[in-house]
């Protein structure tokens, strides 16, 4: 091992977005941590990103390289393609996406999409920003497009205003919900396009409340994070966030925003 690759278990953790150096402590103390299959007692222990395998509670936990260029970009996933750096049943992972010099750097998703749904994806291979997105200190609007079929009336988009209660009693924060395409006899699937702007981050809640609501989901396509848009970015490529976007994420964050963007393309 090359000096200055290796560094401190609990760091490596926290730089993955897993948890805070604290935490990481509780964990590996509690025995829930495993380098290269062997569990650690010792929070002070040196892994090196490229070569070590760390597991947390049986499941692998990629480690960012250490490097003083972190890695952001913008992917476009498409249905059908989990939010995962690794699949145990073999399906198409976001990271199969990425060209093998960006895989090898090791970057993970921040968040998910569930599998059938699509769009905005952030990686990055800085675990402090990654732990700060997923906060709820730090909550970033997030906006979906979808379409639905059912009846959608000013009574539903109300309730959904309101802060709905899901069927298994979840109490969600109010979503502002809009009609941005209405319903057409010509279409197809004769359905109504929604613009829903969420700030927290409940598991599949869009689809829930439409569940709830008597509305059918046909697509449903995240299309902003916070400053980070999609645009008019194909489904399935990726690209690096500008300086000027990641200048604005991390303001958003309150981290300092004057570090070096790697220049890499995805």
């Known amino acids: 091992m090359q000096a200055g690759q290796a560094i401190r ?23 829930a941590v495993m380098v290269n299959g062997t569990v650690v007692a010792s929070p002070g222990i040196r892994v090196d990103p490229a070569v070590d395998h760390v597991r947390v509670h049986g499941r692998e936990v990629p480690l960012p390289a250490q490097s003083s260029d972190h890695l952001y970009l913008v992917l476009h996933k498409p249905p059908g393609v ?12 976001v990271l199969d996406l990425l060209g093998p010099d960006i895989r090898g ?3 993970f998703p921040v968040g998910r999409l ?3 749904s699509e769009g905005l994806l952030l990686l990055t291979t800085d675990g402090e920003l990654a732990l700060r997105m997923t906060h709820p200190r730090w909550e970033h609007p997030k906006i979906y497009h979808v379409r639905v079929r059912g009846r959608v009336t000013s009574e539903k988009l109300a309730i959904m ?3 709905m209660r899901l069927a298994e ?6 979503v502002r919900a809009r009609v941005i395409e209405a319903r057409s006899p010509r279409a197809p699937d004769n359905a109504v396009t929604l613009e829903m702007t969420l700030r927290q981050g409940v598991n599949r809640q869009i689809r829930r409340m439409c569940r709830d609501l008597r509305l059918h989901i046909l697509r449903l396509q995240r299309v902003s994070l ?13 690209r690096p966030l500008t300086s000027r976007e990641l200048k604005a994420l991390r303001a958003s964050l309150d981290l ?7 220049e890499e393309s995805a």
């Open 9 to 31: 278990l609990n760091k490596a953790l926290a730089r993955a977005g897993l948890c805070s150096r604290r935490a990481a402590d509780d964990l590996i103390l509690a025995g």
């Open 114 to 116: 569930d599998l059938l």
């Open 256 to 262: 300092p925003h004057d570090i070096t963007l790697a």
């Open 226 to 238: 916070g400053p980070i848009l999609l645009g008019d970015l194909p489904s399935g490529a990726s």
């Open 161 to 163: 205003l309101g802060g």
């Open 105 to 107: 750097r090791r970057p």
């Open 169 to 174: 009693g979840d109490q969600l924060a109010p």
């Open 82 to 93: 989990v939010t995962t750096a690794h699949d145990p049943q073999g399906r198409k992972t």
